[in-house]
């Protein structure tokens, strides 16, 4: 009844990049779909293009300052953070790179490092701990992927269900359709609108965090 | 590397390490241990995935929506772009840095690596040395070498001390740890860490006074065991 292999997929940074490069423009309404901020950035790293950055930041700039309140408590800092955030967007646009992942990933670690890098300041000590110590920019190995094992079991077993519903909206939405509703990752992915990485990342997590509730080591 | 880690910090942990509100002291200890660990390097880039997609899906206020963001975007599109030469990244593999103590060399991992390099003199007690490192007076984030056959004094800690293996084995009565593993004792616990006979260890020790911890700590100490092990 479970499809545990299904969970190791390959294909998903090749498809993504070939839709990226398919689509090179971008649209104007309000619909939110994969890839749109991806062509975005990358027309604003070929060209300082003022147009795809203003789409860009008219969707991000309000969801970066929600963030920031949530983290700041407080309006300056959180307006703080969005600027420096966007700003580092603006100029660092050709470090950006599609086949490693979104551009909302991008932009959500850029305004973590930022706050980060903020809140230190206040204490402004010159070799404390950096957002470049702590976030690394770069790729670990790949890694064989074998996080699904022996999953069946627990899956179907009973005691599942508190643990279940005690999961993140997101990811237990995700864990649903893909194992009740028995949908493709390829069609949770249309139905909610997210990529198909995020996806399999909130798949992944919902097992370990279900896989943290049965077994205390987490081996 | 053959040893495969097996203490690992909890889930709470990562996400609070990937959102970037864990103090900087305790962020460096689950960076290094990503550094070391590969399940942890899968776990902290999904955790990341994920909290950069709720970004999107989070209800934004018709306010913020509407503010004018004009001037903003005005000043930033203002500002020049960085040249080609400086977004020349590496992707290369984690650099390293490595130490030496007691005529060995211990390779350093990525995220500790340009602290470590400035790291205090060695202070040295029996089988015991221990080197802080440069992260601010407050924090007690240090490099602790344990010589063969040697036991650390019984101790305790007013806050949470977290040790980190980097090099060799340690041994205490909860079980082997080796390199990558994360111990996490509460002022609680009471535990003699020690060496085997045959091999030495290098960690990595960071102690956190009580005061130091967030909000998000101070619900994480509570349910330690259930998170931690
Ligand atoms: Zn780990």
């Known amino acids: 009844m479970l499809e545990t292999t299904a969970l190791t997929g390959h294909h998903d940074a090749s498809n993504r990049q070939k839709r990226i490069t398919q689509r090179m423009t971008i649209t104007t309404d309000n619909e939110i779909r994969t890839g749109q901020w991806e062509d975005a950035l990358t027309l604003v790293a070929l060209n300082e293009d003022k147009l795809a950055y203003a789409e860009l930041f008219k969707y991000f700039a309000p969801r970066l300052k929600a963030f920031g309140m949530k983290m700041f408590g407080n309006e300056q800092q959180a307006m703080e953070m969005v600027q ?14 599609a086949s490693r992942g979104c551009a909302s990933t991008w932009i959500f670690t850029i305004a973590r490092n930022v706050r980060f890098d903020m809140l230190r300041k206040k204490q402004s000590r010159k070799d404390d701990i950096s957002a470049d110590d702590l976030w690394f920019d770069g790729d670990y190995p790949e890694q064989e992927s074998n996080s699904s094992e022996h999953w069946d079991t627990i899956l179907m077993s009973e005691k599942l269900a508190p643990h279940f519903d005690a999961l993140p909206p997101a990811q237990r939405m995700v ?4 194992y009740l509703e ?29 896989r943290e509730a049965f077994d205390d080591t987490r081996s | 590397m053959t040893h495969a880690v097996k203490f690992h910090p ?10 970037g509100s864990l103090s900087a002291d305790v962020a460096l200890a689950v960076s290094a241990h990503i550094d070391l660990c590969p399940h ?5 880039h999904d955790i990341t995935i994920d909290q950069a997609a709720s970004l999107g899906e989070q209800n ?22 960085l040249s080609a030469a400086s977004v020349q990244r590496s992707n290369a593999l984690p650099q390293v840095a490595s130490v030496t103590v007691n005529g060995r060399t211990f390779e350093i991992p990525r995220a500790l690596s340009r602290l470590a390099e400035k790291h205090n003199k060695w202070l040295q007690l029996g089988g015991i040395a221990t080197a802080k490192l440069p992260t601010g007076e407050k924090q007690h984030v240090s490099l602790l070498y344990i010589d063969k056959g040697t036991e650390v004094p019984n101790h305790t800690h007013l806050g949470l001390e977290m040790t980190l293996v980097l090099a060799g084995k340690i041994v205490d009565e909860n079980g082997e740890y080796g390199v990558g593993d994360l111990l996490i004792n509460s002022p609680d616990d009471t535990h003699t860490p020690r060496t085997l006979a045959d091999e030495d260890c290098l960690c ?24 931690f092990y």
Request: overall charge neutral; some cysteine; proline content about 4%.
């Open chain 1, 182 to 210: 028995e949908k493709s990752h390829q069609e949770v992915s249309d139905e909610l609108a997210i990529p198909l990485g995020t996806v399999k990342s909130r798949i992944r997590l919902a097992l370990d965090r279900l």
């Open chain 2, 60 to 81: 934004v206020s018709a306010h913020d929506e509407q503010q004018d963001w004009q001037q903003m975007v005005d000043f930033i599109t203002s500002q020049p772009g």
């Open chain 1, 175 to 178: 864990m649903q359709k893909v």
């Open chain 2, 40 to 44: 942890c390097q899968q776990l902290s």
């Open chain 2, 204 to 227: 990595l020790s960071v102690l956190s006074a009580p005061l130091k911890f967030n909000k998000g700590l101070t619900r994480l100490l509570n349910p330690l065991q259930q998170f």
């Open chain 2, 10 to 19: 909890g889930l709470m942990l990562l996400e609070q390490y990937v959102e």
């Open chain 1, 84 to 97: 420096d955030a966007m700003l580092n967007v603006w100029r660092k646009a050709r470090l950006f790179d």
